[in-house]
């Protein structure tokens, strides 16, 4: 079934057997109030030959990549560490790797990713630190990156906006206003664009906006709708310049 929908969509995707049913999940929206809930139901257990197929096949995919992306929890069964493999992986091949996760999976992801795009509580709970200040923000993102961790973070601030860090410094951007009918894959859909964008020469600012456009594009469909190409390009466009250094 996925596989059937990902085809209509013109997704390319390379589909690996495993031993269990995919997981699934769905949201649920309350027209009267317009609240919505989402029910992620628990995944198949993954065996260890499940995990070391899904290493070997991604090595092989990768050989003409520019970019590895990973993002979510991790599988029933599979090693907290498990993502540290796959940035190993990534630094064989020469490949920038870019992840999106929480909890111990980003606690144990390793040194040397690209490029990491945590949420404020995400980077609270990484760096063992009560963030309040933009102050905080700052010198948290930047301390991550002195510890070899990654080298750019896009940290997400939801109305706020977002920062980007590097070692040279860091950049606010104002967040795009939109009103919100549905928040199911705005931070996959920033994470995309911020790859899509890199990967057609843009300059990380500009891809960091990019970014920023697919994610509040996804606002604005319900349910799991996609985030529309004419709305990302259009947002982008509009997109206010950086609140600053």
Known sequence: MIRHMM?????????IPISGFTRESLAVQELRSGKQYRFILPGPELSHGDQERCLD???AAASGAQYIVASGSLPLGVPDAFYSRVA???R???KRFMLDTSGVALKQAGLGIYLLKPSLRELS??????IRTERDEEYAAQQIIAQGRCEIVVLSLGAQGALLATAAGYERFVAIP????????????TLAGIVLALSQGSPLRDAVRFGMAAGAAALLGS???LCRRSDVERLYANAEPLRGN
């Open 7 to 15: 085809q209509q969509e013109g997704v390319a995707h390379h589909a």
């Open 57 to 59: 096949e991604l090595s």
């Open 88 to 90: 190993g992986l990534a």
């Open 92 to 94: 064989q091949q020469g």
């Open 125 to 130: 709970d990484l760096t063992a630190q009560e």
């Open 178 to 189: 939109v009103e919100a009918r549905s928040t199911v894959g705005a931070g996959d859909s």
């Open 223 to 225: 349910g799991t709708q």
